[in-house]
């Protein structure tokens, strides 16, 4: 069981970025599925999650209303739509799955795969 973040890259401040995170091994229906990020020298930290039972979505504070997350069935792929991105969304992003209600809180996550690097530069 594997998932792997991907679509990540350099972009310029008030842009725009599409990250994916397919799994291979598992459907992904199963599972709430979370986005993490984690800048150097700093704590992992929790930017969305997407619920398995009703596809409900919750962001954190310093993404809502710029990021959107969705979910793909057919392609057991979870998006991570990102808009005017700002120097500080800089980091590695992350997916990983849970089946916790404290989807929050990364210890409670599993499936961590190799993130994808995001960089907000001009």
């Known amino acids: 069981v594997q998932l792997q973040a991907s679509g990540g890259g350099l972009v310029q401040p008030g842009g725009s970025l599409r990250l994916s995170c397919a799994a291979s091994?598992?459907?992904?229906?199963?599972?709430?599925i979370g986005w993490f990020r984690q800048a150097p020298g700093t704590e992992r930290e929790w930017v969305s999650f997407i619920s398995s039972s009703d596809g409900s979505t919750y962001y954190a504070d310093s993404v809502k209303g710029r990021f959107t997350i969705s979910r793909d069935s057919a392609r057991s792929t979870v998006y991570l739509e990102m808009s005017s991105l700002k120097p500080e969304d800089t980091a590695v992003y992350y997916c990983a799955r849970t089946s916790s209600s404290s989807f929050s809180q990364y210890q409670y996550y599993d499936n961590w795969g190799q993130g994808t690097q995001v960089t907000v530069s001009s």
């Open positions: 091994g598992i459907t992904l229906d199963h599972y709430g």
